[in-house]
């Protein structure tokens, strides 16, 4: 890791993924609460007692609501800006969060997960973004990963509260209400964040704005967001990207047409192919089973599902940092290729286990402890951080959000199919499924996604599409 270069990245800039903690948290906390509002005991509330479907809904609402926000930000991520974009992340959090926590009735309570949701969808959508265009290119993927990393440790911090909560009176409302003072921190870092340079040079290349202006505001954010050490080379910089800007043409708005045509629709193909990916090569499913594998292993733990979900957070907290460490000198194919390839092995042996060797317990932890590290070292950071990285300037917005939506839509596919496909063909050909689907996405990683590891947003456009 280059700490020398980390050091020119002011603090704050890491107020950016704290949306990637709040849904992280949201994901972890969401379990504990439904248990929570169902008890006639601990709930607090008279209608506790809530069917399957009303527990789906309120299980699903942030979901739901993230794909609401994903559908906002096509529209309006290029007029708000990233900066404005996470400010009302942030605003979204706190008032679905709050809206949640005192909720007077059920209907409230799933409008409160909805709007959570949208705030989700935002923050998902602007955070890649303005990492990819503030951080220096040595450090650019080291910073994004950062997102990834925060929602595993918003997953942990969420199983852990949630199971210290889960016996309190009411504790589904503390476990919602706790993401409040998050938001609150998250909305006023990113207050006192610049805008990105880069959105403001666009601006400025298409006429929307004072031009000389513009350039002096993005003269400054470079300061501001790579510290003193940078002053005097800001103003070069500037000149540099508007140079490279008008090489590549970003002179007119992108039309819907344009962006399922040449470099636009590539990058839509790169994009929106590693996300499906990442949600249909079963990590909800691996997860599903986590607890009955190791207990069947004879973990006496196992038997706890709140303590399961632990381990495996923390373990996955610790390959997320691995990625975060090395990605940046490795590059990023070679993590989604070793980690992919480790993703088939671990599926195999999965679908193997519960077909033919139902006794060698160990080899299904073997394979449980290999998806779940591999997955984060390649697909769980490397994701989120080729699709910052890979469209062009003037698309960015747009595509971002069309990934995003393509994300949460397949996340969204993928949970309601797996209950009736485990019963339908049971856990051993669900497995082997998508084992293969894991090998369909090695080939698709090989011939369709370029190394970016070194090059600047602007090159990428240049080089890699």
Known sequence: ??????????????????????????????SSATISIQSPSQSGITWYDLDSVEIGLLTSGS????????????????????????LVAALMYLVGALITAFAPNYPVLVIGRL???????????????????????????QLISLKEFFIVIGIVAGYGLGSVLVDTVAGWRYMFGISSPVAVIMGFGMWWLPASPRWLLLRAIQGKGDLQNLKDTAISSLCQLQGPTFHDSASQQVDEIMAEFS??????????VEMFRGKCRKALVISAGLVLF??????????????????????????????????LGVFKLIMTGVAVVVVDRLGRRPLLLGGVSGIVISLFLLGSYYIFLDNAAVLAVVGLLLYVG???????PMGWLMIAEIFPLRLRGRGLSIAVLVNFAANALVTFAFSPLKDLLGAGILFYI???????????????????????????EAKCL
């Open 1 to 30: 890791m280059d700490f020398m270069a980390l050091k020119t990245i002011p603090s704050l800039l890491q107020f950016s993924p704290f949306g990637g903690l709040l849904f992280g948290y949201d994901i972890g906390a969401t």
């Open 63 to 86: 979901l739901y609501g993230a794909l609401i926000g994903s559908v906002l930000a096509f529209n309006i991520a290029d007029f708000l800006g990233r900066r404005r974009e996470l």
């Open 115 to 141: 709007v959570f949701g949208i705030g989700i969808g935002l923050a998902m959508h602007a955070a890649p973004m303005y990492i990819a265009e503030t951080a220096p290119t040595p450090i650019r993927g």
């Open 247 to 256: 090489y590549i043409g970003v002179e007119n708005e992108v039309t819907f």
């Open 278 to 311: 990442q949600q249909i090569t079963g990590q909800p499913s691996v997860l599903y089973y986590a607890a009955s594998i190791l207990q069947s292993a004879g973990f006496s733990l196992a038997a706890d599902a709140t303590r399961v979900s632990i381990l």
């Open 374 to 380: 591999c997955y984060q070292i390649s697909f769980g």
């Open 434 to 460: 998508f084992c293969a689907i894991a090998v369909a996405s090695l080939v698709f990683i090989y011939f369709i996604v370029p190394e970016t590891k070194g090059l600047t947003l602007e090159e990428i």
